[in-house]
């Protein structure tokens, strides 16, 4: 893993826990709209498109609705 994609997924978890977790249902949204083509990220933020932020975004979200 590479500094950046460890930062930023560091950076979401830490951004969730201080809005109450509320942070990644918008995240999951993103990295869908990517991984369908209808978004483009700038460069830094092209581990939102990948597998492990998929994976990580829809477990923290399935999580977040469970706890609801």
Known sequence: MNAELIFG???GIGLGAAC???VFVPLLM??????????E????FEWIGS???LIMLGSAT???????
């Open 9 to 11: 997924l560091l950076l």
């Open 20 to 22: 109450g977790f509320r």
């Open 30 to 39: 993103i990295t869908i709209g990517v991984r369908a083509g209808h978004l």
């Open 41 to 44: 990220l700038v460069w830094g």
């Open 51 to 53: 597998d492990l932020a």
């Open 62 to 68: 399935v999580l977040e609705i469970v706890a609801y």
